[in-house]
């Protein structure tokens, strides 16, 4: 039986070991058998990936939505919670380039034309790309 402090070492020499045989990888790819892999190794086909690994994910993607309309939203942090939440889930939907594109949308929340808003969001390909999503969107701007 290992210690705590073995084990970690233990782990740590065989982690260093698979990243030179396997590569790390960021971005998906197919293994020399076929499967759709990414990271070290990592058959997502066969062993996809864990739930908390999923909720890790999510959490950082939607911190770096944050971080990104943050920086490029002049008054993104003075706007309403619900507000934000909104433009938070488009950012993660069509990334933030797209988002801003979006520039009567955002000009109308600017000056908190909240209605406004919403008839822009609808009048786009995107609320016709993500029905329900939009509907529900628009509607919370609305509100």
Same mark, same amino acid.
């Given at each position: 039986m290992?210690t705590? !402090?073995?084990?970690a070492? @233990?782990?740590e020499?065989? *982690?260093t070991?698979?990243?030179?045989? *396997?590569?790390l990888? $960021?971005?998906?790819?197919?293994c020399?058998a !076929?499967?759709?892999?990414?990271?070290?190794?990592?058959?997502? *086909?066969?062993?996809?990936?864990t739930?908390?690994?999923?909720?890790y994910? $999510?959490?950082n =993607?939607v911190?770096q939505?944050?971080?990104q $309309?943050s920086?490029?939203i002049?008054f993104y942090d003075?706007l309403?919670s619900e507000?934000?939440e909104?433009l938070l889930?488009m950012? @993660?939907?069509?990334?933030?380039?797209?988002l $801003?594109g @979006?520039?009567?949308?955002l +000009? +109308?929340?600017a000056?908190?034309?909240w =209605? *406004? +808003? +919403?008839?822009?969001?609808?009048n786009?390909?995107w609320a @016709?790309q993500?029905v329900d999503?939009?509907?529900r969107l628009m509607e919370?701007m609305?509100?």
């Amino acid at each position: 039986m290992l210690t705590p !402090g073995e084990k970690a070492r @233990f782990f740590e020499k065989v *982690e260093t070991q698979l990243i030179v045989d *396997e590569d790390l990888r $960021l971005k998906p790819y197919r293994c020399p058998a !076929g499967k759709l892999t990414i990271g070290v190794g990592r058959n997502l *086909e066969d062993n996809g990936i864990t739930r908390a690994e999923a909720y890790y994910l $999510l959490r950082n =993607d939607v911190d770096q939505c944050h971080r990104q $309309l943050s920086l490029a939203i002049p008054f993104y942090d003075r706007l309403p919670s619900e507000k934000k939440e909104i433009l938070l889930n488009m950012c @993660f939907n069509m990334g933030l380039t797209r988002l $801003l594109g @979006f520039k009567r949308m955002l +000009a +109308a929340m600017a000056v908190n034309k909240w =209605d *406004e +808003a +919403a008839h822009e969001m609808g009048n786009s390909k995107w609320a @016709f790309q993500v029905v329900d999503r939009a509907r529900r969107l628009m509607e919370k701007m609305r509100g």
